[in-house]
């Protein structure tokens, strides 16, 4: 095949990554376009944004973090969460090797620094330089008891506290469905301190606990439970400091929850549309469409709503 033709192929590969369409936020029919991964490349679990305001940034199921180059040039490595990942890893998904190749899903980046932190599920919680390549571990356990199924992260960035969810202290991430029907209730709510560089357990006997975001203030968190399908309220600081009570019950299985700069937020439902309410839980969207199956992640990034899917290979955004 000639150079020329091959130019073309690439182009035309290229183009395929997007797909366009219509969904409905409140009834409001809006246009979305589907990015679509590399061969071999599925689950963008969380979406992130860096602090030029690039990307999207996806972690996807064989251990690599991606960044979307826009449409020239597609999707491109930006960093692992460990050193032992080999090209080996590439295309596994939902299976027992992502203890050795990593498996990423909450990501945040610091708006002032551009580092960005990472819960990977099997490696632990984790952080990269503003250039990528390979992350440097942060915590990779709690009284001396080694991390399984880390999931979702926030970050307080004055006080440098991050705030992560432990989905279940007995099953893997790919056991999540058996962890669910058993009814495991040994997920946690964490949080790490950078400086003495500590982690401690802020809830605990959660069930399957998911999704966490940091309310506008800084005076309380969301955190979601898949099994018990609620959003939990879990105060910081005021009279009710360490106190949790359910914020929401939800119709269908919360995943990720997302705040943004309005101090509202996304709640991301499986079998169910997902929503966003505001800090009494008053419905306030509702993201509807017969596209969009059980994602993973819905948040809002310069008046665009970004959408991710762990188990598929691809990512929304509509406008």
């Not at 949790?244 to 019950?249: A, P, T």
Request: with cysteine.
């Amino acid at each position: 095949m000639g150079k020329s033709n091959c130019m073309m192929l690439i182009l035309l590969l290229i183009s395929l990554m997007l797909f366009k369409g219509v969904i409905s936020v409140t009834g409001k029919k809006i246009n979305y376009t589907r990015i679509t991964l590399g061969q071999n490349q599925r689950g963008p679990e969380t979406i992130a944004f860096d602090c030029k305001g690039e990307g999207p940034y996806v972690g996807i199921s064989d251990g690599r973090i991606l960044k979307w180059q826009g449409q020239q040039t597609g999707w491109t490595e930006y960093a692992v969460t460990t050193a032992n990942r080999s090209s080996t890893c590439d295309g596994v998904y939902d299976n027992p090797r992502e203890k050795e190749c990593g498996r990423p899903q909450g990501l945040k980046f610091d708006p002032r620094t551009c580092e960005l932190y990472i819960a990977d599920s099997s490696i632990g919680l984790l952080i990269v330089g503003p250039n990528g390549g390979i992350a440097t571990p942060l915590a990779t356990s709690y009284n001396g008891i080694p991390f399984t199924f880390l999931n979702s992260l926030d970050v307080d960035f004055d006080s440098k506290l991050i705030y992560f969810t432990q989905s279940s202290a007995n099953y893997h991430r790919w056991q999540s469905g058996e962890a669910i029907e058993k009814g495991d209730q040994s997920g946690r709510l964490m949080k790490y301190d950078t400086n003495p560089k500590n982690v401690t357990v802020l809830l605990k006997h959660l069930s399957l606990a998911n999704g966490v975001a940091l309310s506008k203030n800084k005076d309380f968190l969301l955190v979601t439970e898949t099994t018990t399908s609620e959003a939990l309220k879990f105060w910081l600081n005021g009279p009710k400091k360490g106190i949790s009570k359910v914020f929401l019950e939800l119709h269908g299985k919360p995943d990720n929850v997302h705040s943004d700069s309005n101090g509202d937020f996304w709640i991301a439902l499986i079998e169910a549309d997902s929503i966003k309410v505001n800090e009494l839980g008053e419905v306030l969207d509702t993201l509807e469409g017969d596209e969009i199956v059980n994602p993973s992640d819905v948040q809002e990034f310069h008046n665009t709503t970004w959408i991710g899917f762990v188990d598929q290979p691809f990512i929304y955004y509509a406008s």
